[in-house]
């Protein structure tokens, strides 16, 4: 028996008709994204289509497979190979900078922003300095600079 778990960034309508099949050292794991939608036709048919929604939701399966020949050494989820990662979510790159010491605009292995951030522009000058919890402001101050355009007359 095999039990293995994913998750998938799909469209909400969701994900359907799984199937699985097994040839020689690679098992292969599918599913379609759509909802049927049935609609009955005046002349009283009845056809069947896919609706798809506008947003993309976040869908964790389990497949447990029993009767395996042998332990596959490839599997492909939607002809994509799968990769073991003790990690239940997509990680990144950890980063930050420092700043007299300090750590400053730090960005977990998950990719949100923790702690001190300060960002700055192009001149220098600073647009942001505040207190950051999972890419949420807890606290902060945002700057904005503005150039007066002062006109000059002669004057005598």
Partial sequence: MLKIGFGALSNCAG?????????SDTLKISFDEF??????????????????????????????ISDLPKKPSTILLNGEEVKYHPDKYRTYPITFEL??????????????????????????????KGIKKDDSVVEGTSYRYHVAKVHMSNCI
């Fill in 15 to 23: 994900m359907s008709n799984p199937n699985s099949s097994f040839n």
């Fill in 99 to 128: 700043l007299d010491r300090d750590t400053i605009n730090y960005t977990d292995k998950y990719g949100f922003e923790q702690g001190l951030w300060i960002n700055r522009n192009s001149k220098g000058q600073l647009l942001f």
């Fill in 35 to 64: 909802i049927p939608k049935i609609d009955t036709m005046e002349d009283g048919s009845i056809v069947t289509t896919s609706e798809w929604l506008a947003c993309d939701c976040y869908f964790e399966s389990e497949y447990v």
